[in-house]
């Protein structure tokens, strides 16, 4: 059974257990809450079966036949461990309390076969499966501070989580870019601050633009009502000191400066904070928290803490004389203070802190847990130090990077692909076993920058499938390939919930891209249903156009692009393979080159590389390389790098660029590499055939903000790969 994520133990034996209307649900003891569970897998069998199931309480001496029975066992056992066993006469479901009755209850919907089709009835295989979770904190966090999301939206991802055995929802609910959630003792957060002038990331917003939205308390206790009916605990996310635009264009006096706030229409990091020397800022954010409190059951209160700029602390003498009063070294002791300070008033209610890891910067509050997202070492600081720790690094778990480089998906942070979900281990190997404990478990974060509502389950999914596993199951017990075979089957039941998971394009076989006769193309199918159609003329591919079935052989230069179509009319995004027949290049005489390159520098937001011809460089000049030295600011510019490269000897040369953000390699007219976009540093390669003797040369690098990185390498006949050295290039000459 292709069950996910994979149970502890799983026995399975030929036989099935045959769900009919007479089947009834019986329920010992007979409480509320176990009714419940009993009730909500009744609701489940009539609507993806039609199968009207009688929910009755029965006795310990009561025969049982043609039915399934949810009962409590031991309760000194796991709180969410169950033991499912299914005979062809009874299916038993036991668990020491009713959350793992509620787990066991969604491996039925799993076993069902009626949950993915009706063609096969309604009836469960014979198994046995003792299960529980490798760690007790399995969650997502939700930004609704960028995007807001439905409120039905929001609890549809309770079910979804539910449905993975996860059991935190952690709920982003304020921001530079909007406050989401109704404080009554402060109206203007929402008549404020829950709405900006631009749908998404703008400079320069359009009249009239207005976007946003909130939950009012109502709609909160709607929400965690139903969450709890899910055992699903909200964790509420309330940022400060940073992140805090929206509250301080709704309140001025709570920042440095006092005036001038508008709720953020840019996404990243923004100079305006809390200001820490103000006392009414302390005072206004215990007041909201007491009333997220009210609202919110969950020990844990998120409370941000992480990107906080000081330069406005820095100017402001109010937070400089906080600093002296409470004889703090610096800013970052400054951000600590504001920490434990908080963290006093949370705990004094009988709730417990969480914070990114930047909360370890000046002091870590006494009883914080830490949630490291830059790397592991927040997580190993913490853990080391005595304190709790969640797991969610950028590397592993940030479901809003894209899941494959390729065209069409954000690039703006990198990408982390379903293979990369699935390897993620939260517990640092460096702990001791002590240590170790402290790693309550871990978090996959959908981050909105680039994800309005629509979009979400494209990013989501079906890599939140792998961090369910690697939070549930035993780590001796993942798979890669177990996992990817159970996903063919699991892909059915998230089509039959609904989820518009990300559809993994065609990939190419072919290995080489570059020919001097003809090559074969060989495409396969990821999804291993679907069809994939394909182009050769550079046109979109439809389901008109021609359908794969068998390699293609090509004998000149083309792009072919394909799409995998499912019959539910969904489609991938377009894959595009580039293939070149390789020409060789004549050489070209140039009489006064000189040693270097000659480059134009530009300035500009790009997200692409720009059209030169179409831009006046601000300035030019010459380098004796490919020299970022030459720029005059670390983003937003681009340069272009001009010359010939000498080539020792006839043959075959590959070219490399490593670069962070966009870059492209000519040589001639002839686009050899091409790594254009926004990515994170990475490197793509190209191959031409080069005559020995001089080649015009041209490299474009485009950065738009991050880390500053370009190298170019080649080689060729005769030379091992190697940065392109100051003794093979050149220029033209003055007199030119």
């Known amino acids: 059974p292709a069950i996910v994520p994979r149970p502890a133990y799983l026995q399975v034996s030929q036989g099935v257990f045959q769900i009919t209307e007479s089947t009834a649900i019986l329920v010992a003891p007979d409480t509320a809450e176990?009714?419940?569970?009993?009730?909500?897998?009744?609701?489940?069998?009539?609507?993806?079966?039609?199968?009207?199931?009688q929910l009755q309480a029965f006795g310990a001496d009561e025969g049982i036949t043609n039915a399934i029975v949810l009962t409590l066992r031991d309760k000194t056992v796991n709180v969410e461990e169950y033991v499912?066993?299914?005979?062809?006469?009874?299916?038993?479901?036991?668990?020491?309390?009713?959350?793992?009755?509620?787990?066991?209850?969604?491996?039925?919907?799993?076993?069902?076969?009626?949950?993915?089709?009706r063609t096969g009835g309604c009836q469960l295989p014979r198994v046995y499966i003792l299960d529980h979770p490798r760690y007790p904190w399995r969650g997502m966090l939700l930004d609704c501070g960028r995007h807001f999301m439905d409120k039905e939206f929001v609890k549809r991802y309770i079910d979804l989580l539910a449905y993975h055995k996860m059991n935190v929802l952690h709920w982003h609910l304020t921001e530079d870019q909007g406050w989401r959630i109704e404080i009554k003792k402060y109206p203007k957060l929402t008549e404020i601050g829950a709405w900006r002038k631009a749908t998404r990331d703008s400079e320069q917003p359009r009249d009239g633009d207005r976007y946003g939205g909130f939950y009012t308390q109502e709609d909160v206790k709607e929400i965690v009502a139903y969450a709890k009916s899910r055992y699903i605990t909200v964790v509420p996310e309330i940022e400060m000191p940073g992140h805090s635009g929206a509250a301080l264009a709704s309140?001025?006096?709570?920042?440095?400066?006092?005036?001038?706030?508008?709720?953020?229409?840019?996404?990243?990091?923004?100079?305006?904070?809390?200001?820490?020397g103000n006392d009414k800022v302390f005072e206004f954010l215990q007041d909201v928290l007491a009333e997220v409190i009210e609202l919110f059951p969950s020990e844990y209160v998120h409370i941000g803490g992480d990107e906080c700029p000081k330069e406005r602390w820095k100017e402001c003498a109010k937070c400089q004389a906080r600093i002296k009063a409470e004889g703090l070294k610096d800013?970052?002791?400054?951000?600590?203070?504001?920490?434990?300070?908080?963290?006093?008033?949370?705990?004094?209610k009988g709730r417990r802190l969480i914070g990114w890891d930047e909360i370890l910067e000046g002091g870590l509050a006494p009883n914080a847990t830490v949630q490291s997202w830059r790397g592991m070492a927040g997580a190993i600081a913490a853990a080391t130090a005595g304190h709790d720790v969640i797991s969610s690094p950028t590397s592993h778990c940030y479901l809003d990077y894209a899941q494959v480089r390729m065209p069409g998906e954000p690039t703006w942070m990198g990408y982390i692909p379903l293979?990369?979900?699935?390897?993620?281990?939260?517990?640092?190997?460096?702990?001791?076993?002590?240590?170790?404990?402290?790693?309550?478990?871990?978090?996959?974060?959908?981050?909105?920058?680039?994800?309005?509502?629509e979009r979400v389950d494209w990013q989501v999914f079906p890599r939140l499938c792998a961090l369910a596993e690697v939070g549930w199951s035993p780590k001796e017990l993942r798979d890669w390939?177990?996992?990817?075979?159970?996903?063919?089957?699991?892909?059915?039941?998230?089509?039959?919930?609904?989820?518009?998971?990300?559809?993994?394009?065609?990939?190419?076989?072919?290995?080489?891209?570059v020919f001097t006769d003809s090559i074969e193309v060989v495409l396969d199918n990821p999804l291993d249903r679907g069809e994939i159609h394909y182009t050769l003329d550079g046109a979109e591919p439809t389901p008109g156009s021609p359908e794969y079935g068998k390699p293609h052989r090509l004998t000149g230069t083309t792009t072919v692009r394909a799409r995998t179509f499912l019959d539910s009319g969904r489609a991938s995004n377009v894959a595009e393979f580039h293939f070149r027949k390789l020409h060789p290049h004549e050489a070209v005489d140039v009489l006064d080159a000189v040693p270097g390159l000659a480059y134009a520098y530009y300035e500009g937001s790009w997200?692409?590389?720009?059209?030169?011809?179409?831009?006046?460089?601000?300035?030019?000049?010459?380098?004796?390389?490919?020299?970022?030295?030459?720029?005059?600011?670390?983003?937003?510019?681009?340069?272009?790098?001009?010359?010939?490269?000498?080539?020792?000897?006839?043959?075959?040369?590959?070219?490399?660029?490593?670069?962070d953000d966009g870059s492209r390699l000519w040589i001639a007219s002839d686009l050899v590499v091409d790594h254009d976009g926004l990515h994170a540093a990475g490197e793509k390669s190209g191959q031409v055939i080069l005559k020995a003797g001089k080649h015009p040369l041209t490299v474009e690098y485009f950065q738009a903000g991050g880390a500053l990185r370009l190298q170019v390498s080649y080689e060729g006949p005769g030379l091992a790969k190697q940065s392109i050295p100051t003794s093979a290039l050149r220029r033209l000459g003055a007199s030119r």
């Open 607 to 659: 997200q692409r590389l720009p059209d030169f011809d179409q831009l006046t460089p601000v300035a030019s000049g010459t380098t004796k390389t490919f020299s970022l030295a030459v720029r005059k600011r670390d983003d937003r510019f681009a340069l272009k790098f001009t010359g010939y490269l000498e080539a020792p000897a006839d043959g075959t040369y590959t070219f490399h660029l490593l670069s």
């Open 419 to 453: 293979g990369r979900c699935y390897a993620f281990e939260p517990t640092p190997e460096q702990l001791t076993p002590e240590q170790a404990r402290r790693v309550l478990g871990l978090e996959g974060n959908m981050w909105t920058e680039h994800a309005p509502q």
């Open 481 to 513: 390939d177990d996992f990817c075979k159970r996903m063919k089957t699991h892909r059915r039941r998230l089509d039959a919930l609904g989820v518009t998971y990300y559809l993994f394009s065609p990939q190419c076989i072919t290995q080489e891209r």
């Open 251 to 276: 309140y001025p006096e709570l920042g440095c400066v006092g005036e001038g706030y508008q709720v953020a229409t840019r996404w990243g990091v923004h100079s305006d904070v809390y200001c820490a």
């Open 331 to 348: 800013e970052h002791e400054l951000q600590s203070y504001f920490i434990r300070r908080i963290e006093k008033f949370l705990n004094s």
């Open 34 to 53: 176990i009714r419940a569970v009993g009730k909500y897998l009744a609701d489940i069998a009539q609507r993806t079966a039609g199968v009207p199931l």
């Open 84 to 117: 499912l066993t299914v005979t062809d006469e009874t299916v038993t479901l036991a668990a020491g309390r009713a959350r793992g009755l509620f787990h066991g209850v969604q491996t039925i919907r799993q076993l069902l076969r009626a949950d993915l089709d």
